[in-house]
């Protein structure tokens, strides 16, 4: 990925995603903080909700759509509010959250699954009308290997575990900045 993001860039999408949950949640206008020319670059992205360890939300869009800081402000109150794993974030949970940013790399599709770099690359998956995607973080986070890290997108998918050995099955990867807040 040549796109980088200084750490001052990062903490104003950390703020700009908190800023419009909590327009939402709490019902007032946002207070963001000025985009730098490189935010207003189009980018996919995705916003992470965790609450005491745990995730609460996550929601995002892989291509490039819209400039990065608009993104984020999308994908923060989806994550917070339309996740269908989860009921909508309360006032109650709001001060135990934790956002993550993950801002992606465009897709490129691999011809080998020794490609797949397990923490470095997230991974797309698609067959027919259905896909699935994990984000690189996710297999570092709970220890798996390159086969357990293409099984679980399969199941992210809605595909059979073994789907990414099919030619039908197209896998694509990807590799993201992220960067969120420390938890309490």
């Known amino acids: 990925m040549d796109f980088t993001l200084s750490g001052e860039e990062q903490r104003i999408l950390i703020q700009t995603a908190r ?10 206008a946002p207070h963001y903080p000025p985009a730098t020319e490189n935010l207003k670059k189009k980018c996919g992205a995705f916003v992470t909700l965790h609450s005491r360890g745990k995730l609460r939300g996550c929601i995002g869009f892989v291509a490039a759509r819209s400039p990065l800081i608009d993104t984020v402000k999308e994908t923060a109150q989806s994550a917070a509010f339309q996740d269908p794993r989860f009921a909508p974030l309360s006032r109650k949970e709001w001060g135990d ?61 809605g595909l059979p575990a073994d789907c990414w050995r099919s030619p039908e099955t197209r896998i694509e990867i990807f590799s993201a900045i992220v960067f969120g807040e420390e938890t309490g």
């Open 19 to 28: 800023q419009s949950i909590e327009s939402r949640l709490l019902g007032r």
């Open 97 to 157: 959250v934790t956002l993550e940013i993950s801002v992606l790399s465009p897709l490129k599709q691999v011809k080998s699954i020794e490609e797949v770099e397990v923490g470095v690359h997230g991974v797309m998956m698609h067959r027919g009308f259905q896909s699935g995607l994990l984000l690189p973080q996710v297999a570092s986070e709970y220890g798996w290997d390159r086969e357990t890290f293409l099984t679980h997108t399969c199941y992210k998918a």
